[in-house]
């Protein structure tokens, strides 16, 4: 089983930066391609970034390129979402997600190629 938590969410003003952390338990992580999703109030979960099992292959939704920034330790189980120059359309609760792969260059987009979700931590922008 897989377990995610993150952390680092909270209130922070437009143009400023944060930065979001989950960790991941288990011997699997490794194994696994992660990926960060949000969902504003009103609105579907969607797509924020993604990180491959190596970490060499990243890829990013077109209203976050140039300002968030996807990374991953394997030393230390976590993957790390930083935000800077923060908009109030970032607005959010951000999730992270894992899928077991055994390709290590693939980054994945949709929700439901996802098997395992963390809770959410919640992300305000104010104006």
């Known amino acids: 089983q897989v377990q995610l938590l993150e952390s680092g969410g909270g209130l922070v003003q437009a143009g400023g930066s944060q930065r979001l952390s989950c960790a991941v338990s288990g011997r699997t992580f490794s194994s696994c391609a992660m990926g960060w999703f949000r969902q504003a109030p009103g609105k579907e979960r969607e797509f924020v970034a993604a990180?491959?099992?190596?970490?060499?292959?990243?890829d990013y939704a077109d209203s976050v390129k140039g300002r968030l920034t996807i990374s991953r330790s394997n030393a230390e189980n976590t993957v790390y979402l930083q935000m800077n120059s923060l908009k109030p359309e970032d607005t959010a609760v951000y999730s992270c997600a894992a899928r077991l792969t055994p390709y290590s260059g693939d980054v994945y987009h949709r929700p439901l190629e996802y098997s395992y979700w963390g809770q959410g931590t919640q992300v305000t922008v104010s104006s």
């Open positions: 990180i491959s099992r190596s970490g060499n292959n990243t």
